[in-house]
């Protein structure tokens, strides 16, 4: 039933439009039909699925261009014998500049806060042109996907309120309230903020966090700095720290975890068109556990034109773990419309003194061909040979039709 619907609401939109001459509305997507072959590491066994992707636009359906309609969806089937399956990622209709202070969508949408995202089946209303700040509302059900399709129960709710700075061409900001109820009450409330700033056209100040008002902590903070001393040379710093927390209905709140943080400096320089080179290296801090060191540098050139080379290594150590390794990822177009790509990556790793050190390495291989100007296909190929697996190939076949 879900993978009927989903279908039907989105191709139903596309056939009635597409149809009506008198509304001038314009159609545009693109179909992707996808043969994937894959391994579920959960229970080992193989798949191999024929999906079907649908993204779908609707505009100008209206003289001033106000209303407009998005859709995108997925049905598949597992060769296995499985039953036919679908995923509604997101179907709404956008009415924009409504007296010129609000925007207002009804449906299936994807709500990001700074306070909290969600998949919701409702509505979002935002306030705009009124003075320096802007506000927004959201709220519906509260979408759940599981392995097996949606997940979602008659209890399941989201709502939450957002004010951002409006006007200012060098500063963003946000603060935000976000609630998530099931069956049991308020499962979480949060409360969340943004900030970005642009100093001197060579300094960007940037930083979020996320507060749970349940548990008094805070469960996300990023605060950062970039800074152009060139136009070719971008220097980062930033400071993370993540603390897991869980909804109050659910078992794993009562558990102790520890706080994730992690000190970042990267560098970036441009040389010319040809050559580029980064180099970086992380503080991963692991609260009662023991700490790491993470250093990795990488570059990209173009000998010819028509060829591509990337490389990368890392090196990781002192939390008692030990990681080494590195990849290599070529692309060549030899005519115009083709694409073709291989890559490696090739890792050294060593999780206890008491054990030897294993080898993970990764293959594959890729081409693009355009075959005109909305048709194009696509294929990937993979194998992973690790501990687990002497060879566990996987890939993708795909073909878009854009309209």
Request: proline share 2%.
């Amino acid at each position: 039933m879900a993978l009927k619907r989903t279908f039907c609401l989105l191709t139903g939109l596309s056939i009635l439009f597409a149809s009506s001459a008198a509304w001038s509305a314009e159609v545009h997507g693109r179909s992707s039909t996808q043969f994937q072959w894959f391994t579920d590491y959960v229970t080992g066994d193989k798949h191999a699925d024929l999906a079907e992707y649908l993204n779908l636009s609707i505009t100008k359906i209206d003289a001033d261009g106000k209303l407009s309609f998005q859709g995108y969806g997925r049905g598949d089937q597992d060769f296995r014998g499985e039953a036919l399956n679908g995923r509604l990622y997101y179907l709404y209709g956008d009415y924009t500049n409504l007296f010129n202070v609000a925007d207002i969508r009804l449906g299936r949408q994807f709500i990001n806060y700074a306070a909290g995202t969600a998949l919701v089946d409702g509505g979002k209303i935002d306030l705009k042109n009124i003075g320096p700040v802007a506000f927004s509302v959201m709220g519906g059900r509260n979408v759940i996907f599981n392995l097996d399709g949606e997940a979602s129960n008659s209890h399941d709710y989201v709502w939450g309120l957002a004010a951002n700075l409006a006007g200012y061409k060098n500063t963003d900001a946000e603060l935000s309230y976000f609630q998530k109820l099931d069956q049991d009450g308020i499962a979480r409330a949060q409360l969340g903020g943004t900030f970005k700033q642009y100093l001197f056209n060579s300094l960007k100040v940037y930083g979020n966090a996320r507060f749970d008002l349940t548990s008094d902590s805070f469960s996300e903070v990023l605060a950062g700095v970039k800074y152009y001393p060139t136009s070719n040379l971008i220097l980062t710093g930033e400071w993370y720290q993540s603390y897991p927390l869980f909804d109050n209905s659910s078992i794993y709140s009562v558990f102790a975890v520890d706080r994730y943080q992690e000190g970042v400096f990267r560098a970036d320089y441009i040389l010319n068109e040809k050559f580029s080179l980064n180099a970086g290296y992380s503080r991963q801090m692991y609260g009662e556990g023991p700490n790491a060191n993470v250093y990795e540098i990488g570059t990209h050139f173009r000998p010819i034109p028509a060829l591509q080379v990337g490389l990368n290594y890392d090196f990781q150590d002192g939390n008692g773990d030990l990681l080494n390794g590195g990849g290599a990822e070529v692309t060549y177009e030899p005519i115009k419309p083709l694409e073709l790509a291989a890559g490696i990556q090739y890792d050294v790793y060593q999780r206890d003194q008491a054990t030897g050190r294993d080898t993970a390495r990764k293959y594959w291989a890729g081409a693009k061909y355009k075959l005109n100007k909305s048709m194009s296909a696509s294929l990937r190929v993979e194998d992973n040979v690790n501990f687990q697996y002497t060879d566990d190939w996987s890939g993708r076949a795909a073909f878009n039709y854009d309209f």
